[in-house]
């Protein structure tokens, strides 16, 4: 391909787009309730180990394939080895792992149109159009279409702009005022009755935890969802890094990140869930645990919103701002996937190769919304438990064994002089050979039982 690519502007241009494409849904409603229903800080504890343990190492191996083949997953998987079998290899995993990144977003495009709806409602409210916040409160399939469609436009145009203009400048935008809202909202929580039950959930860990084989798993497999891994989105903002960068240190800026995002967003979930419990709202089920996944979304947090009166509109306001920008954010990690695929692979115009994918991707995800309780958790499942898992252990695989040691070290040695005398160096080649896949197929098996 003649044309230029994209690159990242700077390394916090880097780091911002990176880190919104970690932080969303995954982070502020999948960890905080995890962490709540396993253990409270024992599952924080080995969730850090396993972020860093595993989901590093593997991003790792991400970032450095992409910037070595300096294009998208296909073509980078392809084209790492001249033996026909390895290129054909390659090319099957980098297919797959399009189709994933393509399926992610399908399901993901759609819960980000839910968040917007409920982010509408409050401000419908505010603003006295009565009709409007019904409709958008109705789970009606025209609302969930049209939320979609909205948030499908939205990423298109994003991504439509390319790299530096459209990626980095709109993370750079919306990544602060996420901290903003987030940070407010924690503020706010502690101001109310619970709240410090909540903490205490969240921070006092059940240390009888630590040994179960499950809970090491689960943290695992939320770790690698997390960072994105396994679908090429990592691999191919790599490849939009400068080789003066340092790729090891970018790589543990970005686990440290979202980590940290993840850590900060229990502080604001666990406490509001006590904060609701003590105004009557329920927060158990039946037997016991957490109600947690969607209805603590759109129903636990919504009925402590409303007995808040006038400060729980804007409160409501807040929180659905905070996870539709968390969402998008990373729902523009995933539309690159394809899109850079059609561009060098196919010499398409990245605003025409950005609304033909973006299309696409509307349309299975409307057929998803009209099957909804036929598609919906299939495609999650397919995706997320199976597909990324597996994608993740080829990843490792090809950088470890693939690309050759040698290979590896010039690549990490044009943004670090030093990289061979470092600790990581020592490690890491040899870990994402043999540990790293281990240590994800054990998930992997784990998460089929
Ligand atoms: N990391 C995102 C989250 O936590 C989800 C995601 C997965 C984004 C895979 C891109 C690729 O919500």
Request: charged share 10%.
């Amino acid at each position: 391909m003649t044309t230029a690519r994209g690159q990242f502007s700077s390394k916090t241009g880097f780091i911002l787009a990176a880190v919104g494409s970690a932080v969303g849904l995954g982070n502020i409603w999948g960890f905080p309730t995890q962490a709540a229903s396993n253990g409270g800080a024992a599952f924080l504890l080995v969730y850090l180990a396993m972020a860093f343990v595993v989901a590093y190492p593997a991003l790792m191996a991400e970032l450095t394939l992409g910037r070595y083949a300096r294009a998208n997953v296909v073509t980078a998987l392809s084209r790492l080895s001249a033996q026909a079998p390895l290129k054909r290899t390659g090319l099957v995993a980098g297919v797959a792992a399009l189709g994933v990144a393509v399926l992610i977003l399908s399901f993901y495009a759609i819960v980000t149109g839910w968040m917007l709806a409920e982010f509408i409602t409050p401000a419908a409210q505010l603003l006295q159009f009565e009709a409007l916040a019904s409709w958008s409160r109705g789970q009606s399939f025209g609302r969930n279409a049209l939320m979609c469609g909205v948030i499908s436009v939205l990423t298109i145009l994003i991504i439509a702009r390319g790299v530096e203009q459209g990626i980095e400048a709109w993370s750079t935008r919306l990544m602060p005022t996420l901290i903003v809202i987030l940070l407010g909202l924690i503020v706010y929580v502690f101001t109310q009755d619970g709240a410090l039950d909540g903490l205490r959930a969240y921070l006092v860990p059940d240390l009888s935890r630590l040994s179960d084989p499950a809970l090491i798993l689960s943290a695992m497999g939320q770790a690698f969802f997390s960072l994105s891994l396994g679908v090429g989105v990592m691999l191919i903002y790599g490849s939009y890094l400068r080789d003066t960068d340092n790729l090891p240190r970018l790589g543990a800026a970005v686990t440290l990140l979202d980590t940290g995002f993840a850590f900060i967003a229990g502080l604001l979930i666990l406490p509001a869930i006590y904060v609701a419990q003590a105004q009557g709202i329920e927060v158990f089920n039946s037997e016991g645990a957490l109600i947690a996944g969607p209805d603590l979304i759109f129903q636990v947090l919504p009925a402590l919103f409303e007995r808040m009166g006038q400060a729980g509109i804007w409160l409501s306001l807040a929180f659905f701002a905070l996870m539709s920008i968390a969402a998008l954010t990373s729902a523009i990690s995933l539309l690159e996937v394809p899109v850079s695929v059609a561009v060098e692979r196919w010499g398409l115009r990245r605003p025409a190769a950005a609304a033909l994918s973006g299309g696409v991707i509307f349309v299975i995800s409307v057929s998803i919304i009209a099957q909804f309780e036929q598609l919906f958790s299939a495609v999650v499942t397919l995706t997320t438990v199976y597909a990324q898992p597996l994608l993740g252990v080829l990843l490792c695989l090809f950088a470890g064994w693939v690309l050759h040691r040698h290979q590896l070290l010039k690549e990490l040695r044009k943004g670090h002089p030093e990289i061979e005398s470092t600790l990581f160096w020592r490690i890491w080649p040899f870990y994402i050979r043999y540990i790293c896949p281990t240590l994800i197929m054990a998930a992997f098996v784990q998460s089929l039982r």
